[in-house]
């Protein structure tokens, strides 16, 4: 209460002579009227008695709406409920009011040779054979309405159907039978499918990243070799086995830190890009994406054989494991054996 006391011993404004303590209201101007002195002096009396200024107190709130505390106060009630003539004219003056806003329907032209829109169902972009020869997963017959509702009764009250009722959700088994579900079944295939189907894009893309990285190079390199190898390989560089064969010279000539030129120059090299040359010629378009074949096919012969012989190599080795890690596949084993009853 003492900083608001203090503020009548302030400077008074440009124009305003502070009256004297013992004269009319303390602290205040003698140009004021009466009726701004006594509530200019009210306002100050509280906020000596509050310690709050004037803007902060509940009592300069009082009116018709705020009680003698300075709360509001609460609505009127009616003595009498409304009839049945009021609420509905209520009800009507709603209705009229929604009407009256109501959003407007597009106005939809038609031509006059044309026919009126039909609704048509639902169509997929391809059809099942489409779907069946990209080996979608396919949804079983049996899944009709009926089924899942029957399905749902019983997941609530029989055990048999669901074991879930008799666990609490914090065991294991909880989840692995939640897991075993049918339609989690279906979502976790569709989710593997398309997960397959994704890492084979990202593998195709980065093999295609990578021959035009290599073709790029290879493109530079040659270059840098002799008119002869240059006559050679022009008419053909652009056919597929042309690019892998000089995709092999290339990698050859990076592990034999030799020139990609003079790897290309060696004889056994020229002679194999002359046969190369030959057979182009000799066949076209059709003999090289036949030595593209072959090629292809003993490089997957050659790899198969190689992991056959590692397979065979690593056979009776033994193979250490500590005493978690056995007993995390023994408990996976069981599960999967549990699911396989169930699955067949």
């Known amino acids: 209460s003492s900083h608001f006391n203090s503020s009548s011993h302030r400077s008074a404004p440009h124009g305003l002579k502070p009256s004297s303590p013992s004269g009319g ?53 009616l003595e009498e409920p409304l009839t049945e003539e009021q609420l509905e004219a209520q009800a009507r003056r709603r209705e009229e009011i929604l ?10 032209l038609l031509r006059p040779d044309q026919a009126p829109v039909k609704v048509v169902p639902f169509k997929s972009h391809m059809a099942q054979e489409e779907f069946d020869e990209l080996d979608y997963p396919k949804v079983p017959k049996e899944w009709t309405p009926d089924y899942f509702t029957e399905l749902m009764y019983k997941e609530r009250v029989d055990p048999r159907v669901n074991p879930n ?20 079944k279906a979502i976790l295939r569709s989710e593997q499918h398309w997960t397959d189907r994704r890492n084979v894009w990202l593998k195709q893309y980065e093999n ?12 530079g390199l040659l270059e840098d070799c002799s008119m002869e190898v240059k006559r050679l390989l022009t008419p053909i560089v652009h056919h597929k086995i042309t690019q892998v064969s000089l ?4 990698r050859e000539a990076k592990e034999r830190r030799i020139p990609f030129s003079q790897c290309l120059e060696q004889a056994y090299s020229s002679h194999e890009l002359h046969g190369l040359r030959e057979a182009i010629d000799a066949g076209g378009d059709e003999g090289a994406a036949r030595l593209l074949e072959e090629y292809t096919a003993r490089s997957q012969q050659e790899q198969s054989d190689e992991r056959r012989r590692q397979e065979q190599a690593n056979r009776g080795k033994r193979v250490v494991a500590d005493s ?21």
């Open 165 to 184: 009722l008799l666990l609490d959700e914090g065991h294991k088994e909880f989840w692995n039978t939640m897991a075993r579900k049918p339609f989690a």
């Open 99 to 108: 009407a009256e806003h109501a959003p407007s329907e597009p106005q939809v």
């Open 25 to 77: 209201a303390a602290g205040l101007p003698e140009s004021m009227d009466s009726q701004l002195a006594a509530a200019a002096q009210y306002r100050q009396d509280a906020a000596q008695t509050s310690g709050m200024p004037h803007f902060m107190s509940r009592g300069f709130t009082i009116g018709g709406d705020c009680d003698e505390f300075g709360w509001p106060k609460a609505p009127i009630e």
């Open 324 to 344: 978690e890690t056995v007993a995390s596949r023994l408990n996976q084993a069981q599960k999967f054996r549990k699911d396989g009853y169930i699955e067949w």
């Open 247 to 250: 995709e092999v010279y290339l």
């Open 208 to 219: 295609v990243e990578l021959m035009n990285q290599a073709r790029e190079k290879i493109t």
